[in-house]
């Protein structure tokens, strides 16, 4: 039996400047996870990175605090098709076009204090924000939402990541323990494919998985199955845990 542990990403800087790069806390997560599973000698065979800085840099948190305890640590294989869907692209196009149902959602476009605890009415902003960011992607995830041509749509995302996987897997050899560093879009559509999940189901997933949780699919010769989902066992504090 051999053994993929898909991770999504460290929390990131959502409503900062720039979204792509790990928050403190984030920073924190990484080495967490980093920590604990080196202290459980739990050493991959393989390591694999999505394109993005923040998955790049989970890996290398990850991998620093293996080489602090003398453990081998893989070099990362950098791989696009473990790249983030389209979604937050799509939402970025349409909201607007929610202003003037919810017209507090105008609040999050100052990015200047996106480091910080938001206010009440930042936070109240926050709430309708994904309230929306769930409707328009439900609708792109079935094909009722226009979005500009340059944008990946869902199925192909699904049929991207579906192809990476089996990829990591096919490249396998017997008992290997193989990393790859990625978003939850990725951690949920590897959990559809073990489990055969529909296209609302995958995304209704997505939604779910923590900074730094993973999915841990097995594999022989009697195919794909699913050992673990959203699984963060190393974040034993309260605080380390985040969605975002």
Do not use: C
Not at 58 to 63: I, L, R, S, Y
Not at 79 to 107: F, M, N, W
Not at 146 to 158: G, T, V
Not at 168 to 177: K, P
């Amino acid at each position: 039996m051999s053994s993929l542990l898909v991770i999504r990403h460290a929390q990131a800087s959502f409503l900062g400047a720039d979204y792509d790069v790990l928050s403190p806390l984030g920073e924190e997560q990484a080495r967490v996870l980093g920590r604990a599973w080196a202290a459980a000698e739990r050493v991959p065979d393989r390591v694999y990175t999505g394109p993005r800085r923040r998955q790049r840099q989970t890996a290398a948190a990850v991998g620093e605090a293996y080489r602090e305890q003398g453990l081998p640590w893989p070099e990362p294989e950098l791989l696009d098709t473990l790249d983030e869907h389209s979604g937050q692209l799509v939402v970025d196009h349409a909201v607007a076009g929610y202003y003037g149902r919810y017209p507090e959602l105008r609040l999050l476009e100052d990015r200047s204090d996106g480091s910080g605890p938001p206010s009440p009415e930042r936070r109240k902003a926050l709430q309708v924000y994904f309230r929306v960011f769930r409707e328009i992607t439900r609708a792109w995830v079935r094909e009722e939402v226009e979005m500009p041509p340059e944008l990946e749509p869902w199925a192909a995302f699904r049929a991207r990541v579906d192809g990476a996987v089996r990829g990591l897997v096919d490249a396998g050899g017997h008992g290997e323990l193989v990393f790859a560093f990625t978003s939850g879009g990725p951690v949920a559509v590897s959990t559809g494919l073990a489990l055969e999940l529909d296209d609302e189901k995958v995304l209704e997933l997505s939604w779910r998985v923590r900074n730094t949780a993973y999915a841990e699919i097995v594999w022989s010769e009697e195919g794909l199955a699913l050992n673990a989902f959203n699984a963060i066992e190393h974040l034993s504090e309260p605080r380390l845990v985040t969605y975002v």
